[in-house]
Structures are given as C-alpha cells and as structure tokens.
C-alpha cells in the first residue's frame, strides 16, 4: 500500500549522454536468448561445510534454473544449465544470440574492481578459474541488444572520477550491449525468480524494458500477502540501463495455428484434386 514513485514513474538510467547515444540500437533483431543458471555447492555439502560456505559464499541457488525455464517459454532460448552453464559454453554461444541471461552469483572485489566476477557453473574456491571477471569483459566484442544480470551486486563497482562506477554491468556496456539489467545489492534468489519471469513475458508482450521491469515489480508487489515480502529489499534492487526500446522477442512460431492450418491444407489439397 506504499506510494513508491515505481507506481507512478517509468525509471530508466544512464552512465552519460554519450554513451547513452553509443547504446541505442538502430538495428532491429529478431531476439535470440542465452541463458545461463550455473550450480555451485551442493545443499548438504553447504551444511556438512559450513567453513567452505562461509568462506566462498557461492553456495546453491534454489531458484536459478526455474527462473531461466520460465523465461524461456514461447521464447528463442538456449540454456546452459547446472555444470554446462560454464564459461567455455558461454564463450561458444554467444556470438549466436542477441541477448545474454546470466542468474548467477557475483562477487565485487572492493580492493581492485578489475576482479569483481560472476561465478560460473562450480566456481566455488578462491582459485576456481570459471569466473567471468570485469577485466576480461574489456577486451570483448559482444554486442548484444540486452544484457540481464541476475545476481547480486551486478550493477556495484569502486567509483572512479569522470567515469562512475566500474561494475560488472559496466564492463558488458564496454563489451557492446546496448541496454543493461542489473542489481544494486544481494538480492533474494525467490523473488527475483518471479520477478524475471514477469519482465520477459512483458517484452514479449510487445513493452519496452524499463515498462517490462517496472510492471514485473509492481506485480510482484501486488501479489504479496505478508507485508514483509513486499519491501523493497525484494524488489528494487534491479534497474534498467541505456536504450530502452522493446524487443523482438517472442519465438515467431505459434504452434496452436499450425494445429489448424496442417489439416486445412491437407483437406484442401484432397478436395482440389477430386476438382480435377
């Protein structure tokens, strides 16, 4: 029942003008989607270790592969999930698709922001090497129409004079994507889930991304029973960067027509031939 400016404003940002301008998208694609929901420590290995837990903080995210499932639905997606959802996969398939989906776990280094990283499928230890690192994302050519970081603290990094702050969202605008979604802090793995699976049905539903994330949390909001699931630590955390246009999204291909035109067709094609 709170009066949030979510319920009467669209919210959108941008790092500057210029790159504003270099984000926007004159190219309209036919959205293909990568999805990735990468496994980490097992829930019992979690509990049996609770030193290894503590210690990498990469523990098992419950709600990862439902929400890359549900996203995918009457849309273009491949997913890489659980120990495929590695960096090798994403590296391989990538230059095939138009937008990149990662819910995964990411980690800000507050020492030196170059090593901030989102964990790939198993990279629990400090010396796991399947961790995609800000540094890396410089070097990339991956202009893709959308890039959504499901994670935590996707959209945090050190600040730095007449650049801003040097997060991982902001290495994917380096690397080419035209708009961002991302997080602001530790956001819960259940609600965000939900909340995802509400912003791609929106986009495929023909609105552009800050409506699609605003509707998906004003959703969110409305469906809450107990007032606590309904602050804003469970909703607010992710926000919409560069260009904002919608997408085309949805798969193309409505199977219940093709139900009714295959058998149309193929009676036509009877009747025709009695004809002659």
């Known amino acids: 029942s709170m009066k949030y400016l979510l319920k009467d404003k669209e919210i959108s940002y941008n790092y500057s003008a ?15 989607v990568l999805a990735l929901a990468p496994s980490y420590l097992s829930k019992e290995l979690a509990y049996l270790d609770p030193k290894v837990y503590k210690r990498s903080n990469l523990g098992p ?16 997606t491949t997913l890489l999930l659980d120990e495929a959802a590695d960096l090798a ?3 391989q398939l990538i230059g095939r698709h138009t937008i990149l989906h990662i819910a995964a776990h990411a980690k800000v280094d507050d020492q030196d922001h170059d090593f901030s990283f989102i964990g790939l499928a198993n990279a629990v230890e400090a010396s796991d090497t399947n961790k995609l690192f800000l540094i890396d994302l410089y070097n990339k050519d991956w202009p ?29 605008s380096y690397a080419g994507a035209h708009s961002l979604i991302h997080s602001l802090w530790e956001v819960n793995d259940q609600s965000t889930s939900k909340i995802m699976i509400d912003f791609y049905a929106n986009l495929k539903e023909g609105m552009n991304k800050s409506s699609s994330l605003r509707s998906a949390k004003i959703n969110y909001i409305s469906k ?5 699931a309904a602050h804003p630590y469970y909703w607010a955390g992710f926000i919409a960067h560069g260009d904002m246009s919608a ?6 291909i409505n199977y219940y027509w093709l139900l009714l035109i295959v058998p149309f067709l ?3 094609q009877i009747f025709l031939s009695k004809k002659t």
Do not use: H, Y
């Open 61 to 76: 995210l419950l709600f990862n592969d439902t929400e890359v499932k549900g996203i995918s639905k009457g849309i273009n």
């Open 266 to 268: 193929f009676f036509r």
């Open 89 to 91: 996969g994403l590296e």
């Open 144 to 172: 893709l129409d959308m890039v959504v970081l499901s994670g935590c603290e996707t959209g945090i990094g050190t600040f730095q004079s007449g650049e801003g702050s040097m997060s991982l969202a902001r290495g994917f």
């Open 18 to 32: 210029s790159l504003w301008l270099e984000m926007l998208s004159e190219k309209k694609r036919k959205s293909k």
């Open 247 to 252: 997408l085309d999204i949805s798969s193309g």
């Open 224 to 228: 809450q029973v107990d007032p606590i």
